[in-house]
């Protein structure tokens, strides 16, 4: 079965760093085109950032865009995002999704979260 598994949140401080990983497993990975999502508390599901499934064409929000990099290795089956800059708002929980179509923002899998906190 589909499996994605979301790991490196945690806490960072404003203008630090982090790196999302999604392992993901149950599915041919490269050929599909994978996003990431966020939820912060209180707030609905944001897209974040999207990537085509051979990695060619990459799209971010806009409220990310500049700051994150979105990445994929499909040798080992994994997602990638590269969060700098960051900033209290970013603070979420954010989740890898397989695409089902062609929208950024239609999924049919998704991991449990991984947990970020931008704190001073």
């Known amino acids: 079965q589909v499996q994605l598994v979301e790991s490196g949140g945690g806490l960072a401080q404003p203008g630090g760093s982090l790196r999302l990983s999604c392992a993901a497993s149950?599915?041919?990975?490269?050929?599909?085109?994978m996003s990431w999502a966020r939820q912060a508390p209180g707030k609905g599901l944001e897209w974040v950032s999207g990537?085509?499934?051979?990695?060619?064409?990459?799209s971010y929000a806009d409220s990310v865009k500049g700051r994150f990099t979105i990445s994929r290795d499909n040798a080992k089956n994994t997602l990638y995002l590269q969060m700098n800059s960051l900033k209290p708002e970013d603070t979420a929980l954010y989740y890898c999704?397989?695409?089902?179509?062609?929208?950024?923002?239609?999924?049919?899998?998704w991991g449990q979260g991984t947990q970020v906190t931008v704190s001073s």
């Open positions: 999704a397989k695409i089902k179509g062609s929208s950024w923002y239609e999924y049919d899998y």
């Open positions: 149950g599915f041919t990975f490269s050929s599909y085109a």
């Open positions: 990537i085509y499934s051979d990695g060619s064409t990459t």
